[in-house]
């Protein structure tokens, strides 16, 4: 298992904007460039659920729900994605993880990270 580490979650107003990161702070560069990586939240008795992920060439999915919201981006060399989340909703309100997998694993296996909380409340 290859350490994730996410920070970036808190407590936003309607409308604000957050910034989440995950560093796989014990990946060898050359492996973490194959990687696909992602976000996805999970809210109590849900499963869950896909927010972006982004393959190794910048290659990007979103969930309906935050296209034109959200912004997922990566770092090869600093081993490091980034989630922005611009105009958040109540409904954004989630515990986000980090994931990492190969092409061979299916979307919601791999690794993942500890989560962190997003709470959008005024």
């Known amino acids: 298992q290859v350490p994730l580490v996410e920070s970036g979650g808190g407590l936003v107003q309607p409308g604000g904007s957050l910034r989440l990161s995950c560093r796989a702070s014990?990946?060898?560069?050359?492996?973490?460039?194959?990687?696909?990586m992602g976000w996805y939240r999970q809210t109590p008795g849900k499963g869950r659920e896909l927010v972006a992920d982004?393959?190794?060439?910048?290659?990007?999915t979103y969930a309906d729900s935050v296209k034109g919201r959200f912004t997922i981006s990566r770092d090869n060399s600093r081993k490091t994605i980034w989630l922005r989340m611009d105009s958040l909703k109540p409904e954004d309100t989630a515990v986000y993880f980090c994931?990492?997998?190969?092409?061979?694993?299916?979307?919601?296996?791999?690794?993942w990270g500890q989560g962190t909380q997003v709470t959008v409340s005024s």
């Open positions: 994931n990492q997998r190969t092409a061979s694993i299916s979307a919601g296996g791999g690794s």
């Open positions: 014990r990946a060898i560069l050359s492996t973490f460039n194959t990687y696909i």
């Open positions: 982004i393959t190794r060439d910048g290659t990007t």
